[in-house]
């Protein structure tokens, strides 16, 4: 978990701009209005309403700005190598460590507390979090509910483009009303056959009869995507499918279109896809991936771990979680010529 890469939403600049403004004006009304720990940062009793805000105002001023040159140093370095979750708490323990130390040096020389250094700076540490923490957990989850808001929103839109484009131009040729949804066979001669006509003379049986072809495993296998309604939405060849990423409650459908690769989303698990497509030959990865291995290259580790590779330029690398690499080093070997 804490080795994880942090969510990207959590260090954009309109985040981060959002994130100081709002602890900034919390953290003001918050000291101002609720007077809270009274007498434990310093001696308020002889303040009044307007020396209290203006010291208030120097101290969370100050806390701010040290704050957003945090954030600035932390975007740039999270630009070039992705931060992941223990230091991203480390940073934010830092960046309390600053603050408390910033406001003790302003009370104990400014403000002229009498208290002993280390007595101001111990007692910051304690309820500098204590301010913090409010603002930061509502700011993250207003961040996350509208990241996913956001990606529902992306995902429904490529949904609805993608069935656009895959609706087709000619008459559509219905399917049987009591057609099972279960996959199908495509072979080159049932098509020769049925787009043929019958000889007249022929019992129309024994026309059907030779259109049905042997059901033998392989890349003419056709497989069908249905939706949570168990709505068809997709039919694929199994060897023009790449892999298939899970996206929250949706799933995305990497796939081939003669020179391109095209991506299908499907509102449905990768669970649900994983149990019904293992029989073909289709590999759980990863726990965002489910890969089609007759289309994989080569398995390779590096440093930032094992992948997975389709050998194609235009296809990203697949990585292998530590849960799952067992089973895929198995695979490998299990389907390799001696």
């Not at 304690?126 to 207003?142: F, G, K, M």
């Not at 609706?167 to 949804?181: A, L, Q, V």
Request: aromatic share 14%; net charge negative.
């Amino acid at each position: 978990m804490m080795n994880q890469k942090i969510p990207e939403y959590y260090l954009t600049k309109d985040n981060i701009t959002f994130y100081l403004v709002f602890v900034f004006f919390f953290s003001l009304l918050f000291v101002n209005i609720f007077t809270p720990f009274h007498g434990a940062w310093y001696n308020i009793e002889h303040f009044t309403r307007a020396k209290l805000f203006t010291d208030t105002l120097i101290i969370v001023s100050s806390g701010t700005l040290v704050l957003g040159i945090s954030k600035i140093i932390m975007y740039q370095v999270n630009n070039r190598n992705k931060i992941n979750y223990l230091q991203y708490f480390s940073w934010l323990i830092l960046e309390v460590l600053l603050i408390a130390f910033l406001y003790t040096t302003i009370v104990h020389f400014a403000v002229h507390d009498t208290r002993d250094f280390s007595e101001i700076f111990t007692r910051a540490v304690i309820y500098v979090p204590t301010i913090i923490v409010i603002p930061s957990i509502i700011a993250h989850l207003y961040f996350s509910t509208r990241y996913k808001d956001e990606k529902i929103s992306e995902l429904e839109s490529a949904n609805n483009q993608s069935v656009a484009q895959q609706s087709p131009k000619e008459e559509e040729i219905p399917f049987p009303n009591d057609f099972s949804g279960e996959d199908f066979i495509l072979d080159n001669h049932v098509t020769a056959s049925t787009t043929a006509e019958p000889d007249v003379d022929q019992p129309v049986k024994e026309v059907v009869a030779e259109t049905v072809p042997d059901i033998q495993p392989g890349n003419s296998r056709i497989i069908n995507f249905f939706d949570e309604k168990e709505e068809l939405q997709l039919s694929l060849r199994v060897d023009h499918i790449y892999y298939i990423e899970s996206a929250e409650n949706y799933v995305n459908i990497y796939y081939k279109n003669k020179e391109n690769t095209e991506r299908f989303t499907l509102r449905s698990t990768l669970k649900k896809q994983q149990d019904k497509l293992e029989k073909y030959g289709f590999v759980r990865c990863h726990r965002s991936y489910l890969v089609n291995f007759a289309n994989i290259l080569l398995l390779r580790k590096d440093k930032d771990g094992p992948y997975l590779d389709f050998g194609a330029p235009n296809l990203p690398q697949i990585p292998v979680s530590k849960t799952y690499l067992d089973s895929v080093t198995a695979y490998f070997i299990n389907n390799s010529e001696e």
